[in-house]
């Protein structure tokens, strides 16, 4: 019908090369009872006529693009390059699967190396992976790898309560149910404390310490110290990063991080209403084989062209099963091509230009909001391009306030962290000119007044 | 298929070497061919450590397949084959001599009987070639 | 020829990519925490352009030819779907907006739900399962929530078929449970003296994908799920051969309790070179409670006569296992399967299945006098041959794989399920066409041909492929994952 390309001609030729009458004879399996169910759905729809329906679907949509967006707390309203897009249309990309057969699979193969390559680098760690669902599930794999690391004898992990919530939350569904025992966010360490406050906590029964970079209320902590502890204590240390950030920061594999996991969302990869997104992971040459997810390296051909596979397949579901460390099979695929397209566009210059933007116009923001009476910014720490501020009013109210003029708002902590009600986190990114910042601060300063 | 008539033998594919009460553990020449070119092996037990019959004391893995080894008999472990690691591919070519990889000293002489010999190991082997 | 990686293309001072100037003032850089050096390279767009233009040449792919791939369902991927996700109201959505702005989008992600609902017969649905694996563990966990609810916490096993995908024991052993493995009877269904034997009360349940990966419906269906939930356990459905069911049974109607969806196979989501992909899981009335956080909901129902739609939101289950990842799913991917569903409404979608029945049989009637079928009964979506003969000592199903490259062919999946030796498992799909069949299944009887007079030309290929056979023992023993080092030099 739609898609399927037979004739009446082709289907009574293949009936009668098969033996039977009626397509229906093949599903005599089918316990008759159940079988041919009629199906509650709308009659099919042409493709002019769900293209209108999807628009207005769409319009009826207010997007980050048409309002003024302030918005992130995981997920960035950053520009994405025309040429990304261009090359993720190609069929020969989206349209492949997974390159079990190395022989036609080089285009994707030597894309995800090229991934990996680019991915080490910008976190300063020695391999990576050809990525986890999102940065959520990658902080999740990290607890998994590090438990099975210490062969279960180490059963505590240490949460930052400045991890982000919803990769928190995430955590502690995978580890249910598993002598895996989570503790830092439960109210035993202040949120508004530096990453000393975790030390504590450490003892000889910890596996893995999770930090962010930067955290959660956007601040950013040099983790050099925090990691020597962790190693003193026999642990590892997991930084989840905002890989844009990096293009300015300095990398977690410089101070001493074993596993840098990520969303990768800021690269290339549109907001999209939260998903498809991009889980990143890397971690030291001395754990690729504890390491979950698909692997490329390089080797050669029998003709001696250099050329890429999947490798260490060993340690993955399809061939240890039950004795995995991870059951996951599908990557992010056509996302990570997005990334690699984005850094090779921008590369070394651009990634640092757009970080810059990024911090520069955050820091004019905050500025600029922290006069107002009855604002002031939560933390002197450094930030990159998110800061947490106090109002004067509840955030709902505020961003009532500020979406009937078309701005965006921040994200209310209060939803997450108790007494947080009237602190908002803001983001700002290289998408919000000077006009659009000046225009928050007129709004805002309106809110204080009403 | 070599399958050395002195020694003793488990269904998971291990061969045990038994020297007065210091039982020497690798895997078969069956498993080698199973698993076809080996890349790694990680020898998870430690000197000094004692481990049950059945525990994992080794992890083997080549391009397709990843097997655990487990202890043929349980005991102290006093000598660990250091030098395996960088040489996998011993394993293929020199199963039962310089690819051993643990030596323990047995526990409980009692679990030796819980073996195959090597006629029964080569049925094993046989009823699953199909 | 092989392409050259950016780090050899790289030339200092090049760049690709501008942006505006900052039109505010600097402020000062965090001391200490700044990097110094960035290992990205430096080439012009039009340099970066043509290198992955040119490495998408290298790919075989859904457009450009056949990809029988057994489980993964490689549809052709139809390309409104694609103009569908991009549209600039979805495209460009926070996922932490509040509601009253994404109103269209919501009503959409709602209307899927309720479709695939309807589709597999269940009373609710959770879209956020990232992928199949994902879906997997959600299901489990259900389980294991739904057991742990009643008091019966002793119920730790879970049965998996000798045929399962890996996915299957890896999924229940990450959220500790025991794996106890089920042999297939000759028939090549699930083994019910074996099953009777597992089933006591410290049964949680049995994960079952029907039709199998042999591409077999298991005859006796009815009764293995009666055992399961007589023992008291639950029936999890791995959904991933789901195009042979579209319309034909609804897996909710059989008495399965959870089951996934793989929305990038059954419904034509494209694969992306390995994903991403999108597992949402539905479930029956007695395990609604327990979906991950949020599922989408009705906060206030609309009013037909004021022309009011409902205004919809996100709403926490009240025994959730928990949230899966962040946000709610992805939602490009919903686009793309609500875009499927839509053009194809309840005919449309029996049709899939018709035909995609159809043509696995076609090609098993054709095939099963060269190739051995090891368990040859009338077929679902796709079947298994041995690619193996006796008078051919010396060739195995890799050899026949490889030689089907040369004819432009991406091989069936190889070596599963691992109760099949030498296993071929094919899976055409319902939208090729019967050319494409005959052409594939002549070149597979033409291969048998030369597997007997000229094996070598088998053992060596591919020949007509821009590569030929890659040496991956030499990938594994020399670990080389990155070319860093090269951007630092």
Not at chain 3, 137 to 147: C, D, E, F, S
Not at chain 3, 457 to 468: D, E, Q
Request: net charge negative; hydrophobic share 40%.
């Amino acid at each position: 019908m739609m898609y399927t390309p037979h004739t009446d001609a082709d289907r009574e030729a293949m009936l009668r090369t098969i033996g039977v009458k009626n397509i229906a004879d093949l599903f005599q399996d089918v316990p008759a009872a159940h079988r041919f169910p009629e199906l509650a759905l709308p009659s099919a729809m042409t493709e002019m006529e769900i293209l209108a329906e999807l628009q207005a679907l769409a319009w009826a949509n207010d997007t980050a693009r048409e309002l003024i967006c302030f918005l992130g707390a995981g997920a960035y309203n950053h520009y994405i390059p025309a040429a990304v897009d261009a090359i993720l249309r190609r069929g020969e990309f989206y349209t492949a699967y997974t390159p079990y057969q190395p022989e036609i699979s080089q285009g994707t193969l030597q894309a995800i190396f090229e991934y990996q390559s680019l991915i080490a680098g910008l976190t300063g760690m020695e391999v990576c992976n050809a990525s986890h669902y999102d940065g959520a599930t990658a902080v999740a794999e990290a607890v998994n790898m590090s438990h099975h690391h210490f062969r279960g004898k180490r059963p505590k992990v240490v949460l930052s309560p400045a991890v982000h919530p919803q990769y928190r939350d995430t955590v502690r569904t995978y580890t249910q149910d598993s002598d895996v025992v989570l503790v830092g966010d439960q109210g035993e360490v202040d949120p508004t404390a530096n990453p000393q406050a975790l030390l504590p906590l450490l003892d000889d029964t910890t596996s893995l310490v999770v930090v962010q970079y930067p955290d959660f209320f956007g601040r950013v902590f040099d983790y050099t110290d925090l990691a020597k502890a962790v190693h003193q204590a026999g642990g590892l240390l997991c930084v989840a990063v905002n890989p844009l950030a990096l293009g300015l920061l300095k990398p977690p594999g410089e101070f001493g991080a074993d596993i840098v996991t990520g969303e990768g969302q800021p690269l290339g990869i549109p907001l999209s209403y939260g998903g498809p997104y991009l889980g990143l992971f890397a971690t030291r040459q001395e754990y690729v084989r504890r390491m979950a997810g698909r692997l490329v390296g390089e080797t050669v051909d029998n003709r001696g062209q250099r050329a890429y596979v999947l490798t260490l397949t060993a340690r993955e579901q399809h061939i240890r099963r039950e004795r995995a460390t991870s059951n996951i099979c599908t990557n992010q695929g056509l996302m990570v091509l997005a990334a690699t397209v984005y850094l090779s566009l921008l590369g070394k210059h651009g990634l640092r230009q757009v970080a810059e933007l990024c911090y520069h116009k955050a820091h004019y923001a905050a500025l600029r909001i922290a006069s107002l009476r009855g604002y002031s910014l939560w933390s002197n720490e450094p930030f990159f391009n998110e800061f947490a501020l106090r109002c004067p009013r509840p955030i709902d109210e505020v961003n009532d306030f500020l979406l009937d003029q078309g701005i965006l708002g921040g994200y209310a902590l209060g939803r997450d962290y108790p007494d947080f009600e009237k602190v908002m986190l803001l983001a700002v990114t290289e998408m919000n000119s000077k006009e659009d910042i000046d225009a928050l601060v007129d709004v805002l300063r309106e809110v204080s007044h009403a | 298929m070599n399958i050395p008539p002195e020694l003793k033998y488990t269904q998971n594919d291990e061969w045990m070497r038994v020297e007065g009460n210091i039982g020497t553990v690798g895997i078969t020449d069956f498993a080698q061919e199973q698993l076809s070119d080996i890349v790694f092996v990680e020898i998870i037990a430690a000197e000094g450590e004692t481990l049950k019959q059945g525990d994992s004391c080794a992890t083997v893995e080549s391009v397709k397949a990843a097997a655990d080894v487990y202890m043929p008999a349980g005991g102290k472990i006093v000598a660990v084959n250091d030098e395996l690691p960088d040489k996998p591919e011993l394993i293929n070519t020199d199963p039962y001599g310089v690819a051993w990889l643990v030596k323990v000293e047995i526990g409980e002489t009692s679990e030796l009987n819980k073996l195959l010999d090597a006629a029964a190991y080569i049925e094993h082997c046989a009823a699953r070639q199909g | 020829m092989p392409e050259h990686l950016m780090c050899e293309l790289s030339v200092p001072g090049r760049v690709g990519f501008r942006f505006p100037k900052p039109d505010v003032p600097l402020a000062p850089l965090p001391e200490g925490l700044t990097r110094e050096q960035l290992p990205l390279p430096e080439m012009a767009e039009v340099d970066v352009v043509r290198y992955f233009t040119r490495l998408s040449q290298l790919n075989h792919s859904v457009d450009t030819g056949f990809y029988p791939l057994g489980s993964c369902t490689m549809k052709y991927n139809p390309k409104i779907n694609e103009e569908a996700a991009r549209l600039a109201g979805f495209a460009h959505l926070h996922p932490l907006q509040q509601v009253e702005t994404t109103q269209g989008a919501l009503a959409m992600m709602y209307t899927l739900q309720e479709w695939l609902k309807e589709i597999g017969g269940f009373a609710g649905v959770s879209l956020q399962p990232a992928a199949g694996a994902h879906g997997e563990l959600t299901g489990v966990l259900i389980i294991r929530a739904y057991h742990t609810s009643r008091g019966d916490t002793q119920r730790t096993r879970i049965l998996i078929p000798d045929s399962a995908h890996g996915t299957n024991p890896a999924t229940s052993a990450m959220s500790g449970m025991e794996v106890v493995e089920l042999r297939s009877d000759r028939r090549g269904n699930v083994d019910l003296q074996a099953l009777r034997s597992h089933c006591d009360d410290t049964l949680a349940g049995l994960m079952l994908t029907n039709p199998n990966t042999l591409g077999l419906f298991d005859e006796n269906l009815a009764e293995i799920i009666r055992l399961v939930h007589a023992a008291g356990g639950l029936v999890y459905g791995d959904g991933a051969n789901m195009n042979a069911l579209l319309g034909i049974v609804r897996p909710g109607d059989l008495g399965f309790d959870v089951l996934h969806y793989n929305l990038h196979k059954t419904f034509s989501t494209p694969h992306g070179g390995g994903g991403p992909g999108s597992g949402p899981v539905g479930v029956a009335a007695h395990l609604v409670d327990f979906l991950p956080d949020p599922i989408l909901g009705i906060l206030e129902e609309g009013d037909e006569e004021e022309d009011l739609p409902p205004f919809y939101g996100f709403v926490t289950p009240p025994r959730t296992i928990g949230r899966m990842k962040a946000f709610h799913g992805h939602f490009g991917m919903f686009v793309r399967a609500f875009t499927y569903i839509a053009m194809h409404g309840p005919q449309g979608l029996r049709a899939i299945s018709d035909y995609a029945v159809l043509n696995a049989n076609y090609l098993l009637a054709r095939l099963r006098g060269t190739y051995h079928v090891p368990y040859d009964r009338i077929c679902m979506h796709e079947f298994v041959l041995e690619g193996r003969w006796a008078d051919a000592p010396d060739i195995h199903a890799l050899d026949i794989a490889k030689r089907l490259m040369d004819f432009k062919f991406h091989p069936p999946t190889n070596y599963f399920p691992l109760i099949v030796h030498e296993a071929l498992m094919i899976e055409p799909t319902e939208t090729e066409s019967k050319e494409t069949l005959d052409a594939f299944a002549d070149t597979l009887i033409q291969i048998a041909a030369e597997a007997r007079s000229d094996p070598d030309l088998l053992k060596t290929a591919p020949h007509n492929t821009p590569y030929g056979r890659l040496d991956e023992v030499k990938a594994a023993k020399e670990l080389v994952l990155c070319c860093v080092a090269e951007y630092t030099r």
